[in-house]
């Protein structure tokens, strides 16, 4: 017996189709070329909805990278993928940084989050108690 598989044609949008999606009735954004339907997604969207429309109509890889979502965020992203962005609209200066000189996933900058606010109090109580407490 041969088994059939169901293939699903990837469908291909422009910018100007995810544009005539930015209200709370359809909202579709970009994320990497990628284009997703977050129409059901608005109210389960943990930054509240108004981030979602604030993005809605465009690409918000960008913003997307800048918040630094979970893995578990970017599985879920493929419950809204609806096709992907035509490559005469790809935008290339968002870059991510996934070559052979990538960080691993939970280092890169992450160290800074707790190395730098952890140098700042110590200077604080050092200066507390050399110029404060000494008098």
Known sequence: MSETKETKETKIYSLEDVKQHKTSQSIWIVIHNKVYDVTKFLDDHPGGEEVLLEQGGSN????????????????????????????????????????????????????????????????????????????
């Open 60 to 135: 918000a890889t960008e913003s997307f990278e800048d918040v630094g979502h979970s893995s578990d965020a970017r599985e879920l992203m493929q419950d809204y993928l609806i096709g992907d962005l035509a490559e005469a609209d790809w935008e290339t200066s968002v870059k991510t940084n996934t070559g052979p000189n990538a960080p691993d996933a939970g280092s890169g900058s992450n160290w800074a989050q707790w190395i730098i606010p952890t140098i700042v109090a110590l200077g604080v109580a050092l200066l507390y108690r050399f110029y404060i407490a000494g008098n």
